[in-house]
């Protein structure tokens, strides 16, 4: 059993959940999710908690038992606070600034790269080495930062490229020498 997926949700206030068999609705102020559950999965409502329970004893049911309420969970959370990620772009001439909706970044290629937002992602960019992505789902949030954070990942010789706010990155030595070649 799952200690996780046995805990019950709590639904905050502002926060209207719909549950019609295994589609799970959750509206906010900031968006809509859905989350649709696996079969081996139920859900009941009452008043201002969810509980999830466990059809069938298998491994595959008690796995997808904590996972699903935690992703219920943070559903419930993104429309009410919403998520964000924080990207540092560190490097000499790497710089970001947005043009409309899209992002535009210099980091090292010969040409800007514009980076399109998906639906329910905001950009914000606070200065010209700070990226604040925002949304209010942290599953969007997450692969956009990890999007963006592709185009030019840090290396670990001079510590350029684009990172995730009070990342580290392990800094390797340029020549190693190898013992016993001569």
Do not use: C
């Amino acid at each position: 059993m799952s200690r996780i997926g046995l805990q019950p949700i709590t639904i905050e206030d502002g926060v209207e959940v719909k549950i019609d068999g295994s589609i799970v609705t959750v509206k906010g102020s900031l968006g809509e999710i859905t989350v649709t559950l696996p079969d081996n999965l139920s859900i009941s409502m009452e008043e201002k908690e969810i509980k999830l329970a466990v059809k069938d004893n298998t491994k595959q049911a008690n796995s997808n038992h904590g996972t699903y309420r935690m992703l219920i969970n943070n559903a419930i959370y993104g429309v009410k606070n919403g998520y964000q990620k924080t990207l540092e772009l560190v490097g000499v001439g790497y710089r970001a600034r947005m043009e409309g909706a899209n992002l535009v970044l210099n980091v090292g290629w010969n040409h800007p790269i514009t980076v399109e937002p998906y639906e329910g992602i905001t950009i914000e960019v606070p200065d010209e080495t700070k990226v604040i992505i925002k949304g209010y789902d942290k599953q969007k949030v997450g692969q956009f930062a990890a999007k963006v954070r592709e185009l030019r990942k840090p290396e670990p010789y001079k510590g350029k490229g684009i990172r995730y706010e009070g990342e580290y990155v392990r800094r390797k030595n340029p020549k190693a020498s190898i013992a016993g070649s001569k």
